[in-house]
């Protein structure tokens, strides 16, 4: 998809109030070395332009490399369009993808980027993102942690280390300990002293190995040296944690895990000939051709290449990312820097070069070659390790600048900062691995933590101890990271060799809480002891945003007076927000006969709300901004004035008043002339308590079923055989989104009509039902028409009277009403007519008497 064309947009500081709402961080300090806004605006393609927020968390950066410095900030607006507040219980967590594909978790997240992202988003000053997402995994109800490899633990310590939280770490420390059981028990094989694992389950789906077997896709079960350096750095992180609880015990027996891990990997998974770290087989395997690939045997010392020179890939590095090797395996780093090998202008690339099996493909998930940031990221940051640990002399500081230059333009697509699933090692290109409304702005790696911990070289430690060895060449002139939150301190560090650069004085220069607090002359190490950190601020109450809805509860509930078919209001309170127009995560009023339109919260009961935040769109055109919103609350009979505001697209605009008890609200908008209104997202934030409990549903719905036993009961003249069964359209949820799957649908039917069947089991009076239309823009969409008929008392089926529905044509991931005479039957049953070659689902269904 080509990218849009991008007008010059910047960050304009505002009177008015327009943040995200504020969580547990103190209010950000006024940078020492950087100009914030001069920084945001030197930006020109921003997506959000909450230059609010990016001043309250984000550190800023600069340096001679301005494609560095453009990558720096994109990646933290690229973290904005992952952030999902999921619901009050479980707070913020970070999706993969931008939509939420079937094989995710609650909420969109998915276990193998976990690790890149806790490391990248425990530098935002406000601890909360991480800390929330840490406790995600473990205290959500449907969370995955062990769908697939990934470095969690290690993850939850990383982010202890910035954001020291005793409290929090030690509190999981049980559930750290049940989930490495959990690997244990499902593959751990004692006799070898490794885990098992396959390409697909590590996010390596056809690779190398794998493709030497029957099947390419999840074949070749072996004892990989990634997979079994992440059990590695989460057995430690687990010791330091129970150190931490005063648990030596465990404590030691962790430490014994890893230890014994380390020996094993470095025993049994290195081919002293080729220099190198392999997956080694945990059976015997055959291809297609009969040729065997021999139990317990490295890439190519068995199969039909056995004997090749070849079959390095780049997770070889993953144990330097963990600092696992001990000295003497450095001669792996001599092939990364190589064209022959790893080397290339998009790179590095996932398999050496002439490898037989090297291959470049422009379809998904192909790591036989492509240059992919997930394996990237590990690289750089093994990289780092190696430099800042080990004496060697294979790799140097400049090489790591010259691969994270190549990493920072490979965030490009027509020229403007972009990052998709894989690209083209040679090209550049994101042809094949760029799926729409899926792949754009790819959250599978780390970047911004790699310049802190590696071209800084702040090394993060869990004591106050401040350790800085910057990898940045001493042929630059200057370099600063200011404004960066670090255990409960703000440093900046800066490199001006002469003084003339920032003017604050010439060398290497640590400021904490704007005080020097070390300096050098030249650009080299330091170390040196944090003051003690300022005392935390008492604890203010918990702050919930109301109005999201992403379990599919009856409430809150969302209405409108005007909704364009193409959109949704569900992306109202889903807990994301991006203002693009492809691909869109937004409510419009395109089409609206009117001048001004209302969007309503039903929340079900009271509840106390101070401040309501509205991400409004503004395309250019077509949708733009509106004139101005104002904020009203029900009070039982009239509908009563909050407040007012003039809204600013891409942003969000916040209306505050006094805290009240608040049921009903909502937000009328006065449209731009020659424009209507959109919105990504709605949050209403106010004080509560925690487990938040959603109210019941509305009374009176013929078809509920919770429990899915007895009556009533529900059946369809077909089911897909994905999970969609009748029973979940009427379990009072509703989810319009891939997962979790909580629908019926149609899918695979051979028939052009199927009917969906709620037999109540007595006979009931019925004159209204409402449909929740299951859309996924594919093989399932809205019906070209539906009918509702009723089981009459001579045993026909037979259609209801005066039908009428709204809307008129069925509308995907929306409600549909259907009005029409009472009748009093036993059963009602909607036939649908499905779209062309498409067919229907529901993802509720109510029934009942009005």
């Known amino acids: 998809m080509p990218a849009p064309k991008i007008r010059r947009r910047t960050l304009c500081s505002l009177a008015m109030s327009l943040v995200l709402e504020p969580l547990t961080a103190e209010a950000a300090p006024p940078a020492s070395i950087l100009d914030k806004q001069k920084a945001l605006d030197a930006q ?61 978790g609650a909420y969109g997240a998915i276990s193998c980027p976990v690790g890149h992202q806790l490391y990248e988003v425990r530098w935002l000053r406000d601890p909360q993102y991480a800390q929330d997402y840490a406790r995600y995994w473990f205290h959500t109800p449907g969370a995955q942690p062990r769908n697939y490899g990934c470095w969690l633990a290690d993850g939850i310590w990383a982010a202890h280390t910035v954001h020291p939280d005793d409290a929090l770490v030690t509190d999981l420390l049980p559930e750290l300990i049940k989930n490495y059981q959990g690997w244990e028990a499902r593959q751990l094989v004692p006799e070898v002293g490794l885990f098992w694992q396959n390409g697909h389950d590590d996010g390596m789906e056809f690779n190398i190995n794998s493709r030497q077997t029957k099947d390419i896709l999840r074949g070749a079960n072996g004892y990989r040296p990634g997979f079994n350096a992440y059990m590695y750095a989460d057995a430690l992180a687990i010791a330091r944690v129970a150190e931490r609880a005063g648990d030596k015990a465990t404590a030691q027996t962790y430490q014994a895990k890893a230890a014994s891990l380390k020996a094993n990997v470095q025993k049994l998974l290195w081919d002293p000939k080729r220099e190198f770290f392999f997956p080694m087989s945990m059976r015997d395997e055959s291809d297609a051709e009969g040729n065997i690939v021999k139990k317990h045997t490295l890439t190519y010392q068995s199969g039909k290449f056995a004997g090749s020179p070849h079959g390095r890939e780049e997770h070889g590095y ?26 290339s202008k998009f790179g590095p690339t996932t398999v050496e070069r002439n490898d037989p099996l090297f291959v470049l493909k422009t379809s998904c998930c192909w790591w036989s070659g492509q240059s992919w940031p997930y394996a990237t990221a590990q690289t750089l940051k093994a990289m780092a390790n190696l430099l800042h640990n080990y004496s060697q002399k294979a790799v140097t500081r400049m090489d790591y600048l010259k691969l994270l230059h190549i990493f920072a333009i490979s965030h490009r697509k027509d020229g403007v900062p972009y990052l998709a699933e894989a690209l083209n090692p040679d090209t550049g290109s994101f042809a094949g691995h760029d799926g729409y409304n ?38 630059w002139p200057y370099f600063a990271l200011d404004d960066l939150a670090y255990r409960g301190h703000t440093l900046s560090i800066v490199w001006d060799r002469d003084g003339t650069h920032y ?30 950190a300022p005392k935390k601020a008492p604890v203010r109450p918990t702050r919930l945003n109301y109005a999201v809805n992403n379990d599919g509860d009856y409430y809150p509930r969302l209405t409108a007076s005007f909704t364009d078919p193409k959109t949704s209001l569900e992306a109202v309170n889903d807990g994301n927000y991006r203002y693009t127009v492809h691909p869109p995560n937004r409510w419009t009023t395109q089409g609206s006969p009117h001048t001004s339109d209302w969007l309503e919260v039903d929340f079900g009961t009271a509840r106390r709300i101070d401040t309501v935040k509205l ?10 901004a509106p004139q101005s919103v104002t904020l009203e609350h029900f ?43 959109g919105l990504t997202e709605l949050e209403a934030w106010g004080t509560g308590t925690l487990p938040y409990t959603p109210p019941p549903p509305r009374p009176g719905n013929l078809a509920f079923n919770p429990t899915g036993q007895g009556f009533p009961k529900a059946t369809a003249s077909f089911h897909d055989i994905y999970g969609g069964l009748p029973e979940k359209a009427i379990d009072g949820k509703v989810n319009y989104k891939p997962t979790p799957v909580n629908r019926w649908t149609s899918y695979g039917s051979p028939k052009k009509t199927d009917w969906f069947e709620v037999d109540f089991g007595v006979a009931k009076e019925v004159s209204r039902a409402e449909l929740a239309i299951y859309d996924d823009h594919g093989g399932v969409q809205p019906p070209e028409s539906f009918t509702v008929q009723y089981f009459s008392v001579e045993g026909q089926w037979r259609d209801v009277e005066n039908l009428v529905k709204s809307p008129q044509v069925p509308a995907g991931s929306a409600l549909n009403t259907a009005t029409f005479t009472r009748v009093t039957t036993t059963k009602i049953r909607i036939v649908f007519t499905h779209r062309g070659d498409s067919r229907s689902g529901l993802t509720e269904l109510e029934l009942r008497a009005e």
């Open 44 to 104: 020109t393609w921003w997506d959000n332009r909450d230059g609010d927020w990016y001043k309250a968390n984000i550190p800023f950066f600069d340096c001679p490399d301005a494609e560095l410095v453009t990558t720096w900030y994109y990646r933290w607006e690229l973290i904005t369009k992952h952030l999902t507040y999921g619901s009050p219980n479980s707070g913020y967590s970070f999706t993969e993808f931008i939509d939420r594909p079937f094989w995710s």
């Open 318 to 343: 993953i144990p330097w990312q963990f600092n696992l090797p001990d000295p003497g395996f450095e001669s792996a780093w001599k092939f990364l820097m190589d064209p022959e090998y790893f080397f």
């Open 438 to 475: 899926h792949s754009e702005h790819y959250f599978h790696s780390s970047f911004n933590d790699l310049v802190i911990t590696g071209l800084v070289g702040l090394k993060p430690r869990s004591d106050n101890t401040l350790e800085l060895e910057p990898l940045a060449p001493s042929e």
């Open 503 to 532: 003017k604050k004085g010439a060398g290497l220069q640590v400021l904490v809480d704007g005080k020097v607090l070390a300096t050098r002359p030249t650009l080299g190490k330091l170390v040196a002891k944090l003051p003690a």
């Open 615 to 624: 991400a409004f769109l503004d395309d250019g055109t077509g949708i733009i």
């Open 635 to 677: 009070d039982g009979t009239t509908w009563k004035p909050l407040g007012s505001a003039k809204p600013i697209g891409h942003r969000f605009t916040s209306i505050t008043f006094a805290p009240r008890e608040i049921a009903r609200l909502r937000a009328v908008f006065v449209h731009a002339i020659g424009g209507f209104t």
